[in-house]
């Protein structure tokens, strides 16, 4: 049984993360090393609490109990949960030297998903102690609002677990969908085409990026793919296209856009950073 989640990383993913499960009823830790970082989360949490309280979408005593539901820590030590949900920088020595940290102090059965969107369960597990409980748990930005959550299996991934995790993803009242481990999983080996072909109507001047976005909408999309990149972040948009590159053998379909690549190098990484092909 699930009581307690822990979420490694508060930054906007995983402060996301750690408010849907402390909304579903979860006691949450949410842990970073950065105290300046997790102050930062603290003030998102109350933030978005009270943009659902001011929505009438929960009351001033459920606003209160959520944000009492999570911890703010930054000692290891103190994360002792049933279930870990990695929300870290995308580098697989990263994800492998937090998870083995977790696993000296807590028991061998703990459950560690990873939240990575462009790397490899498998590689990841294969260096983890116990790796067949270590199962991808891949949400999308914004975590609270997305419903969508894939469960990726990697190689060595317990049935059990990845059966846990599933059934949590429901009890964090998420659409979860079941698939093996592969580059770019599901949604970004589709939706890749979606960012590359549209940056590529502007390098080849065919379109602006607006005409674009606002063609996109007009035909049913909720958000046109800059708009969307500035969402997710260039840097993170960019790192799953070199990633899905490498991965199929540099492949001409999945090069990165020059555009993008240069918007990152200026800093313009969008909402976040105030500039990306839009101004915030």
């Known amino acids: 049984m699930i009581n307690t989640i822990c979420v490694i990383g508060a930054g906007t993913m995983g402060s996301g993360i750690a408010q849907v499960a402390a909304q ?11 105290s300046e970082v997790l102050d930062k ?3 998102s949490l109350q933030k978005n609490l009270l943009y659902l309280f001011d929505k009438q979408k929960i009351t001033a005593a459920e606003k209160e109990n ?22 870290i920088v995308e580098k697989v020595a990263a994800k492998v030297a937090i998870f083995n ?17 462009s790397l490899s369960v498998s590689d990841i597990q294969a260096k983890v ?13 914004p975590a609270p609002v997305m419903k969508l959550v894939e469960v990726v299996k990697g190689n060595q991934t317990a049935y059990e677990a990845a059966q846990t995790v599933y059934e949590l993803c429901k009890q964090l ?12 999983f599901i949604v970004n080996r589709v939706a890749r085409h979606y960012y590359l072909e549209a940056m590529k109507l502007v390098e080849q001047g065919i379109a602006s990026f607006e005409t674009v976005d606002e063609i996109m909408e007009a035909t049913g999309f ?32 999945f090069t990165p856009s020059a555009i993008q690549i240069d918007k990152v190098a200026k800093g313009e ?3 976040k950073t105030g500039k990306g092909f839009y101004q915030y």
Do not use: W
Not at 66 to 87: G, H, L, M, P, S
Not at 234 to 241: G, I, Q, T
């Open 173 to 184: 009242n998420k659409t979860p969908v079941l698939c093996k481990d592969a580059p770019g």
């Open 41 to 43: 989360a603290k003030l």
């Open 66 to 87: 959520i944000f009492n539901r999570i911890k703010f820590i930054n000692d290891t030590n103190d994360c002792i949960a049933d279930v870990f949900i990695e929300a």
């Open 269 to 271: 990484l969008g909402k």
């Open 101 to 117: 940290q977790l696993a000296e102090i807590n028991h061998s059965e703990v459950i560690f998903a990873t939240n990575t969107s």
């Open 222 to 253: 909720k958000m046109g793919p800059f708009k969307l990149m500035d969402l997710i972040g260039m840097d993170v948009n960019l790192a799953v296209s070199q990633s899905m590159y490498n991965a199929f053998d540099k492949a001409e379909r």
């Open 129 to 141: 102690i116990h790796p067949q409980r270590v199962v991808g748990m891949h949400f999308f930005n």
């Open 24 to 34: 579903n009823g979860f006691y949450t830790l949410l842990f970073d090393i950065n």
